[in-house]
């Protein structure tokens, strides 16, 4: 005779088909939610620093919205990390621009920084 299956989260005895690994939807989903938490965790810290970025660059631009300039400090001051980027840019002058989502930056002399709005292409 079979030993009887176990609830993967919980332990407690299963009853129904053959092949169930549950006892219940709840455990089922405690059970992906907790494999899935750390992983999700790490992405989802760096997905909310790239928004942060994103919004603090925004908040630079211009009333026209295409181009700003600030202060290293002043990025800073507001919470901006120089760490997080999604991708950068090499315009025809060699310039590197680096981006969040939409929104950019190109480091000046004396700790200055270019912001600049890409818009889709």
């Not at 992405?43 to 026209?64: C, P, Q, W």
């Not at 950019?104 to 700790?111: A, E, T, V």
Request: charged residues 25%; hydrophobic residues 25%.
């Amino acid at each position: 005779m079979e030993e009887p299956k176990t609830c993967l989260h919980c332990g407690k005895t299963i009853r129904g088909r053959s092949d169930k690994k549950f006892c219940d939807d709840y455990c089922r989903n405690n059970y992906n939610n907790q494999l899935k938490a750390l992983p999700n965790n790490y992405v989802r810290n760096i997905n909310n620093t790239l928004g942060k970025n994103r919004r603090i660059l925004e908040s630079f631009l211009n009333d026209a919205g295409e181009m700003g300039k600030a202060p290293k400090q002043h990025l800073l001051q507001q919470g901006f990390s120089f760490k997080y980027i999604t991708h950068t840019y090499i315009n025809k002058k060699g310039n590197i621009y680096f981006f969040c989502y939409d929104y950019g930056y190109l480091p000046l002399d004396n700790d200055w920084y270019l912001i600049v709005h890409r818009k889709k292409e």
